[in-house]
Every structure is written in structure tokens, then in C-alpha cells.
């Protein structure tokens, strides 16, 4: 209990909480610019915290972190943008929510959940770091390939209904992937001679393309004057009762999958939110109102994407390795600070584990309170005349996706994929599967290949991780349908004998 | 009309983004006796936070202080490092723009990118990134040998982790297996924690990897360091052997060096390059990268461009195999 004691007083000092009052102002601001993502700023203020201290540096650079992931979903929520793509899947029901005249009720439950989230991943990491780390070093490629196949399965959740359409909207987002030199061989592939494609095509830009620009231009072409209403309405701030009572399940299933996605490491909140708003739609008991602007479908991925931080700042300290890629950037800083993250540190160091979970702690109850504060404020930005609107979300979008790589490229990749996006959009094709295919196409690729060249297919065939989560995969695409069938089949049979 | 608003819309944001841009491109005359006249920029073609990036900002501190100008740092990623290089080396030589020249510069023409490596002057070699083999705590090769005879016995059968295709660190498994005539598979993942973490977890049998991501493994226990393949030993490994002493001639690594755009007038060229010396020679870079694990080592320019050409010819036929 020492550690503990001493690991927490190191945070009671006026000068670190400034550094996390200062961080999550910060933090809040870079998750809400949307293209500026939250491995970024901590990347960019890394170069500023490594004259600091080590823990007011690591107070800053955690907060950071924690309140960007506030922070983005403002955009998700009020203009269809993911501020980062840990928001990607705030956007499925965060925008129909607020189109709907909810975005109050949204913005608080999104932040309500976020937090929830946090905490829930912090219990796991002051509790089970070193046990849960060790499962984390026994996904190698084969395990990781299993894992970005079940992911995969997902897409079928994350085609609002439109099955056919999803699964070519997928299909389109695996092509994508194909983008880039090879993984193994590194031979070019779909280039076209770009030097800016050979590691594939600029992700940040494809999704604010996709997400905001598309919905942007979508929202110019059917715009007319007479009958726009903009998003003045916030309606309610606070959700009722019942609407309370009906995020506990989502909660529940959020925290569940964060902390898988979590501890895997190099698996982030992006992939989390879109698992865990398809897994929440499975046991809803109204999974039809998920897209429509569900507040099951908003609690479920908010929960989720937060409930990562703790699980990948575990398995950054417990084994040395990111549990994600803002985690990368941290090492970097943690080795010249002198504290190397690994299994000795939880000997060497004890207090450290704790000094961390309670600056994330803090951060995250200093940001619920900032947010609930400051998204009234934020929110006036939309009563701009629709124009002027339009023009400032896209040089948003434009200065972010330029800032990512400093690239003139980058922006043009964006505006080609708000014309895919709008295109997707008119002729009712959703973009959710195509962020999927995108992300995991990559993963799934490259573990794969990895795997065959280390053992060939009995290197999957012999792992038992694999292999079950194979057959989880498999279960969960065939067994639906199956039931559904069934469920019919007695129903007609019901109906005949009565 | 509405299609004329989305045009309008987006061609108003486009110029008001290129107005900035043009912002930055302004001015660029070089007076010779008064230079640094202005703020110097400084390319990285990797990603902040990354190793390269700490070098390159740890320097770019210690330099302003010598020249009295500040210089700010602009990571421009992608392509390997090609996408940063060849935006540097399109830039104007008037010593208002270096930049942080790394191992893959001289690798990346050979790897069908379009880099040459005499588009840059040198101002020298600021650190050094020696290549390590490394095994898990409890794998049975005990040592260099043991691996490498696994490897003759069974060609292709001994997996070599190391941070992706194409990088420095699967070149060095290459000049491994050439130098002592086997046959190590190299597997190449998706960054160097990654092929580290394999290595930890029994996936595959060895990696290979810099100094500075496998020397904190082997402190704690984790990792058993077999080789150095660097002309000298590194304290930050106590008790291993270079791969020479071990029997196998081999030295490759990493580095990293400044450059600037071939063609720097020599009186800017001198202000920089002392510069560069005093910057890397100081306790306070030294300090840093002795802490991140790799070494600060320092050339000057004319003898690390042997150094830069004979590279440029090994991986040359390295990778021509």
C-alpha cells in the first residue's frame, strides 16, 4: 500500500494538476480539430514535456491523450466528422441524434460514457496489469489474424440493414487496402509511381472524406433555403430516466470489448467503437433504431473507445510494448525520462503504475467536467448560416488532413473521398463498412502473410487462440441467419396450427 | 446552382489554405555575411515522437543556440522516408532548409524509389544506430553460433523478426546470412516494437533490431542479446560481443546525419557545419541519446562522405542479390 500512498502524493502537487488542467484544455481542443489525432498532439507536445520533470511531463502528455478522446466526439455528434478515429463510430448514431434534435442529450451521454469508459479501463489496469499483459504477448500474427477476421465479421453489423450493399462497401474498403507496398516483399502495388500511396492510402484523409466532407457536400446538393433548419435545437441536456436505465446494457458490452481491444496490442479505439456498436445492436432488444440515432448505439462505442486507454497504458507498462500507437509516441518519452516501461517496472517502480492511473483519473473527471461546461459553447458554432458553415468545417478538415503528413496530398486524397463518400451516400451504400475494410484489410494482410512466412498455414492451424476466434468468426456470420430462419420457421409453424 | 455552391465553397477554402502556404515560401536570397538571417527549417521524413525525431529536435535545440536563430522542425512522412528526402532535396540550397538525413537515404534508390543520394550535401553524422540478433530469454540458442549452425542445418527453417520490408534492420539479417553462409528468413513486421514484441512472445526465433529497442529488453530479462554487429562493443549491452569477435564479419546499423540540398555556397556550409559539430558534440545531445539507448557519434563531412558512398554502394549489391 506504500506504492500506492506514494505513488498518489506524487500527484498532489499544484503544479502537475496544473499540467493536467492545461493538458485536457488542450487535449479537448485537438480532439475536436478534426485530422488532428490524439497520437499527434502527444507526439507534438513530447518535443515541449521532455525539458519538464518526468511526472508533470507524463501528467501532461497522459491528459492530452485522455481529453482528446472527449474532444472528438463534438464533431462526431454535431457536423457527421470523427475528430479522431477513435469517433469514427460515434457518428452512426451521435449524428442521426442530434439531426434528430437530441444533440444535447447526445453530447452529454457521449460524454457521460466516455468517462465511464476510462474508469472502468483504469480499475483494470491498477488491478490486473501484470496477469492481463501476459495474455497480451501470446497474440503473435496468427492470433492477431484471427482476431482482424472477427473484426471483419462486424461489416455485416455495420451496414444499417443493407446487407448486399455493406458487403460491397466493404469489399471496396479490402481493395483499398491493397493500396501500397507489399507487406513482405515490399513490392509497389496500386501506386501509380505516388511516392505518397507506398504505405497505402492516407487513412486520416479517406475517413474525414468519407464522414465529414461527403456529408458536407451531400448537405449542399440537397440543400434548399426555405426548408434548412440547421442544428439550433439542442432540445434536453439531460437524459431521462429510462433513457439511463437503457444505457447500462451498452455500457456493459463497451467496457467488455474495450478492454479486449485494449490490452491486443497495436488495436486502438477505432476498431473498439465500431466492434462494440455491433456487438451492443446484437443483444439490443431494438437494434432497428441502431443508425437512426440510437442511444444504445452511442453509449455502446463511446464506452468502448475510452475503456482502451487503461487496458493499452497496461500492456504499455507491463510489457514494454504499445498497446497503441499514441502509446508508441509515449514509450519514446517514458525511456529518456528513465523509466523503462516493462515487467520490471512493476518492481522497480510501483508507484508509477499508480501515479498514472490516478493523473488518467483526475484528467478524466477535470474533462467530464470541462466538457458538460464548455459543449454549450461549442455548440453555437452551428447556428452559422449554413454557407458560412460549409466553409468553415471544410478548411477544418483541410488544415487538419494537412497537418497529419505536411501533405498537399493528403488533402486531395480527402476531396476524392468526399466525392466517393457522397456517391456511396446517394446511392445508399454506407460508409461504415468501407472505414472497416480500410482499417483491418491492412492488419489482415500483414498477420497473415507474417504467419505464412513463419509457419505456414499450420501456424494458424496450431494455435489455439487462433483457432477459436476463427470459429467464433464464423458462428457469428452463420448463426444469425440460422436462428432467424428457425425463429420464422416456428412462427409460421405457430400460426398454421392455431 | 447547388453544384456551383459546392465548387465555390471548396475552391474559397482551397485559396485560402494556398494563401498560407505561399506565406511560408516567401522570401530566400542568401547574404552570405549574415548568415542565419532568419529562421532555418529542419525536414524530418519520419513521424514526431519517433527515434529519428528526437535526434533531429535534440540537435535542432543545441544549434539554435550556436547560430542564434531559431529552427523549426517539419516532419513530412511517408514512402519509407523517400516522401521527406525528395521534398528536401527539391528545396532551395541556401542553408535555410536542412534536414535529417537517415540510413535509408542511401538504401531507397536501390529499393525502386526515386532517391539519389548525391541530390544532398553532407554536414555530418550526428548518431549511430549499431544492428543487434536477439533471442528470447529462454530460447535454446545460447549464442551466435548456436543460431547460425540451426540455421546451416535447417536453411529458411530459423525465423528473423525485424521492423518491415525493405528496412535497414532486414538488410542486416541479408548481410548476416551472407557473411556467415546461411540462410536466417527474415519476417518483416509493422515497426520495431512490434518485431521486438514477437521475439518476446516465442513467434518467431530471433530479431533483428537497433541497439536501442533491444537493449532495454535485455536489461529486464526479457530478450538475450547474441551479437552486436558494430565494429565495437556498446556499454549499453554489457558482456556482448561484436559479431567479428564472434567469428562472422559483419558491421551494419543505422545512422542518422545532416544535410542540405546539394549545391550549399561553402561560406553557409562552414557556419553549418560547426553548427552541426558543436550540437553534437554537446553534453546535452549527448545526454539524450545516450539515454534513448543509441550512440551519439560524430563525423565530420568529409569523412563521412566515404563513410555515406561506400553505404550506398554495399546496399547496392546487397539488395541487387
Known amino acids: 500500500m506504500n506504492a500506492v500512498a506514494e505513488g498518489l502524493g506524487q500527484i498532489a502537487d499544484p503544479f502537475v494538476l496544473l499540467c493536467i488542467l492545461i493538458g485536457s484544455l488542450v487535449g479537448m481542443l485537438v480532439g475536436a480539430f478534426p485530422g488532428i489525432t490524439a497520437t499527434m498532439s502527444v507526439a507534438l507536445a513530447s518535443s515541449f514535456t521532455l525539458t519538464m520533470d518526468p511526472i508533470p511531463g507524463i501528467a501532461v502528455l497522459l491528459t ?15 457536423v457527421n466528422t470523427p475528430g479522431t478515429p477513435a469517433s469514427i463510430a460515434t457518428t ?26 476510462t474508469l472502468c479501463g483504469l480499475i483494470l489496469l491498477v488491478f490486473a496489469a501484470v496477469p492481463l499483459a501476459k495474455v497480451a504477448l501470446k497474440f503473435g500474427p496468427a492470433e492477431m489474424f484471427a482476431l482482424v477476421v472477427f473484426g471483419l465479421t462486424m461489416m455485416v ?36 509511381g505516388q511516392i505518397e500511396l507506398s504505405d497505402g492510402i492516407p487513412f486520416i484523409a479517406a475517413i474525414i472524406g468519407l464522414f465529414g466532407i461527403a456529408d458536407v457536400f451531400d448537405q449542399m446538393l440537397t440543400h434548399r433555403p426555405e426548408t434548412f433548419t440547421a442544428i439550433k435545437n439542442f432540445g434536453r441536456w439531460w437524459p431521462n430516466r429510462s433513457e439511463v436505465r437503457e444505457m447500462v446494457k451498452p455500457t456493459a458490452v463497451g467496457v467488455g470489448v474495450g478492454s479486449v481491444v485494449g490490452i491486443v496490442p497495436a488495436a486502438g479505439g477505432d476498431i473498439a467503437g465500431i466492434m462494440s456498436w455491433a456487438a451492443a445492436k446484437k443483444v439490443s432488444k431494438h437494434p432497428e433504431k441502431f443508425g437512426k440515432g440510437s442511444l444504445e448505439g452511442l453509449t455502446a462505442p463511446d464506452t468502448a ?7 493499452s497504458v497496461t500492456t504499455t507498462l507491463a510489457l514494454g510494448i504499445p498497446g497503441d500507437s499514441v502509446m508508441a509516441v509515449l514509450i519514446g518519452s517514458l525511456i529518456v525520462w528513465g523509466i523503462q516501461p516493462g515487467p520490471a517496472l512493476f518492481t522497480t517502480r510501483p508507484d508509477m503504475v499508480y501515479t498514472i492511473a490516478g493523473i488518467m483519473a483526475i484528467a478524466t473527471i477535470l474533462t467530464l467536467a470541462l466538457s458538460l461546461l464548455r459543449l454549450r459553447g461549442v455548440t453555437k458554432l452551428l447556428e452559422l ?30 476531396l476524392v473521398f468526399g466525392l466517393v463518400g457522397l456517391f456511396l451516400r446517394r446511392n445508399g451504400f454506407p460508409a461504415g463498412p468501407v472505414v472497416l475494410g480500410l482499417i483491418l484489410g491492412k492488419l489482415a494482410e500483414g498477420n497473415l502473410r507474417r504467419s505464412l512466412e513463419i509457419g505456414g498455414v499450420g501456424n494458424i492451424l496450431t494455435s489455439p487462440i487462433a483457432m477459436t476466434i476463427l470459429v467464433i468468426s464464423i458462428l457469428a456470420i452463420t448463426l444469425p441467419p440460422l436462428l432467424a430462419r428457425r425463429r420464422a420457421r416456428r412462427a409460421t409453424r405457430a400460426t398454421t396450427t392455431v | 446552382m447547388k453544384l456551383t455552391q459546392v465548387i465555390s465553397v471548396t475552391a474559397l477554402a482551397a485559396v485560402s489554405l494556398s494563401l498560407t502556404a505561399c506565406a511560408n515560401r516567401g522570401g530566400g536570397e542568401t547574404n552570405a555575411e549574415s548568415f542565419p538571417g532568419k529562421t532555418i527549417t529542419m525536414i524530418v ?3 514526431a515522437g519517433g527515434a529519428s525525431d528526437l535526434s533531429a529536435r535534440t540537435l535542432a535545440k543545441e544549434m539554435e543556440d550556436t547560430l542564434g536563430q531559431s529552427i523549426v522542425v517539419e516532419n513530412r512522412t511517408g514512402g519509407a522516408g523517400s516522401v521527406g528526402l525528395t521534398y528536401l532535396s527539391a528545396r532551395p540550397s541556401d542553408g535555410y532548409t536542412i534536414g535529417y538525413l537517415p540510413v535509408e537515404t542511401v538504401m531507397l534508390g536501390h529499393q525502386g524509389y526515386d532517391l539519389d543520394p548525391a541530390a544532398f550535401d553532407l554536414l555530418g553524422q550526428i548518431v549511430s544506430v549499431p544492428a543487434t540478433i536477439a533471442v528470447r530469454a529462454d530460447s535454446p540458442y545460447q549464442s551466435l553460433e548456436e543460431l547460425l549452425a ?17 528496412s535497414i534492420w532486414q538488410a542486416a539479417t541479408t548481410a548476416l546470412n551472407e557473411a556467415a553462409g546461411v540462410e536466417l528468413k527474415p519476417v518483416p ?10 521475439a518476446v512472445g516465442g513467434q518467431v526465433d530471433a530479431v533483428a533490431a537497433g541497439i536501442s529497442e533491444t537493449a532495454p529488453a535485455a536489461a529486464d530479462g526479457r530478450l538475450r542479446v547474441l551479437a552486436i554487429l558494430n565494429d565495437t562493443t556498446s556499454e549499453a549491452l554489457p558482456g556482448v560481443k561484436t559479431a567479428k569477435d564472434l567469428g562472422t564479419d559483419v558491421t551494419i546499423g543505422g545512422w542518422g546525419a545532416i544535410g542540405t540540398p546539394a549545391g550549399l555556397p561553402d561560406s553557409v556550409k562552414s557556419t553549418l557545419v560547426d553548427a552541426v559539430k558543436k550540437a553534437a558534440e554537446s553534453d546535452a545531445f549527448t545526454a539524450v541519446i545516450n539515454k534513448s539507448g543509441n550512440l551519439p557519434v560524430y563525423t565530420d563531412p568529409a569523412a563521412f562522405a566515404t563513410f555515406y558512398n561506400a553505404e550506398a554502394a554495399r546496399f547496392g549489391t546487397l539488395f541487387a542479390k
Open chain 1, 385 to 414: 448560416k449554413p454557407a458560412f458553415l460549409w466553409t468553415v468545417i471544410i478548411v477544418f478538415c483541410m488544415v487538419g488532413t494537412f497537418a497529419v503528413n505536411n501533405s498537399v496530398f493528403d488533402v486531395g486524397v480527402m
Open chain 2, 150 to 166: 540451426a540455421a546451416k542445418a535447417n536453411p529458411g527453417s530459423i525465423t528473423v523478426s525485424n521492423s518491415g520490408a525493405g
Open chain 2, 45 to 47: 521524413p519520419y513521424q
Open chain 1, 305 to 311: 473507445s475510452n475503456a482502451t486507454l487503461g487496458p
Open chain 1, 92 to 117: 452512426f448514431d451521435g449524428y442521426p441524434m442530434a439531426k434528430k434534435g437530441l444533440a444535447g442529450v447526445a453530447l452529454t451521454t457521449s460524454a457521460f460514457a466516455s468517462a465511464i469508459g
Open chain 1, 157 to 192: 453489423g455495420v451496414s444499417g440493414g443493407k446487407i448486399g450493399k455493406g458487403l460491397i462497401a466493404g469489399a471496396l474498403g479490402l481493395a483499398l487496402a491493397a493500396v501500397g507496398r507489399d507487406p513482405i516483399t515490399g513490392t509497389e502495388r496500386f501506386t501509380f
Open chain 2, 189 to 198: 513486421f509493422d515497426g520495431g516494437a512490434p518485431a521486438v514484441t514477437a
Open chain 1, 64 to 78: 492530452i491523450y485522455v481529453a482528446a478522446n472527449f474532444g472528438d466526439r463534438i464533431p462526431a455528434i454535431l
